[in-house]
């Protein structure tokens, strides 16, 4: 009995090690962006993020295509997100983030502490998901922490050509 209660971790901790080295193995694939976003303009960065809509556009009804292509653009679109962190707010998504952003995009659940960044990491996924032209959307556990946040995280959107809103509680349907 116990050898098996081993084998199955053993193989729990080969598919972890496995699935981490795929997670920064896309990690890299952004920083390797990095030096060339950098040298975008303002008005370049946000052309570049623009210019991904169309593609999504023509393939947002087909769900596998549209999945695999984000997946496709994932690297460049967090590069253009890292920079606009970078120009806006000075604070540069740490590896960590960008993989709690993959995690996030993939639909999964990304655990972190306070203080470890969940605001700026959530930024990720948020842009990539808006360019399918359907709204992003994310909830948070009070109207505080909307607003802060919204606010917060804005000049990162609106870099890159985004709006930005929250919803309160008692807020008017035609508010809303």
């Known amino acids: 009995m116990a050898s098996e ?12 090690e496995r699935e981490l080295k795929k997670l920064y193995a896309r990690v890299n694939q952004i920083t390797a962006l990095e030096p060339q976003i950098q040298k975008l ?6 052309e570049k993020v623009e210019s ?3 593609p999504i556009k023509k393939v947002r009804d087909d769900f596998d295509r549209r999945e695999r292509l984000l997946d496709e653009l994932l690297p460049e ?12 707010l000075g604070q540069r998504h740490y590896d960590e983030q960008l993989i709690a ?5 993939q639909g999964r659940i990304a655990e972190a502490k306070t203080g470890e960044g969940k605001t700026l990491a ?22 505080y922490l ?8 804005s000049p990162v959107y ?19």
């Open 77 to 88: 679109v967090f590069a253009c997100v890292r920079e606009a962190g970078i120009r806006t």
């Open 122 to 143: 959530a930024t990720l996924p948020m842009v990539l998901n808006s360019l399918v032209g359907y709204g992003a959307h994310l909830v948070t556990v009070n109207d």
């Open 52 to 54: 991904f809509r169309d």
């Open 41 to 46: 303009s303002d008005d370049e960065l946000r």
């Open 158 to 176: 609106n870099k890159l050509g985004l709006s930005v809103a929250f919803l309160q509680n008692g807020q008017m349907r035609d508010d809303r």
């Open 146 to 153: 909307a607003k802060r946040d919204a606010e917060w995280m």
């Open 5 to 16: 209660l081993k084998k199955f971790f053993d193989k729990i901790l080969k598919i972890e």
């Open 101 to 105: 952003g993959i995690i996030l995009h």
